[in-house]
């Protein structure tokens, strides 16, 4: 397991509004952050199966991943969580060290980023 992350001083949400543990509240308004990323391993295999979780601030509306050209929607499981689980193709970039680009997108467009090194291997 491969952990990236910061810490903050979280806001306090209005009341009645209930986020999932480590979720920091932010208002629409306020700049969206992704929080911390967990990769299932810092080292993937072509063939293998890999999953990443990403915690942002509650106003992310969307998050995407990319590698180079490739791009994919990271499904919201709950405000603030997002996470994925996908097949690792093998491709002729194996046996390197590829950046994956995360974007933390808020509705009216603002962004975060975020670039996690992975090194794939056969």
Do not use: E, W
Not at 52 to 78: E, M
Not at 99 to 104: C, G, R, Y
Request: cysteine-free.
């Amino acid at each position: 397991m491969l952990a990236y992350g910061d810490l903050s001083h979280p806001r306090t949400p209005p009341p009645g509004d209930r986020l999932p543990a480590g979720v920091p509240y932010a208002a629409s308004s306020d700049p969206v952050k992704i929080q911390s990323v967990t990769l299932s391993s810092a080292v993937v295999h072509g063939g293998d199966d890999a999953s990443g979780r990403v915690i942002t601030t509650s106003n992310a509306a969307a998050l995407t991943a990319r590698i180079g050209t490739y791009q994919v929607g990271v499904p919201r499981l709950a405000p603030g969580i997002f996470q994925i689980s996908i097949r690792v193709p093998r491709l002729p970039t194996l046996g390197s060290t590829v950046d994956i680009v995360l974007t933390a997108i808020r509705a009216d467009g603002q962004t975060d980023q975020r670039t996690v090194p992975v090194r794939v291997t056969f």
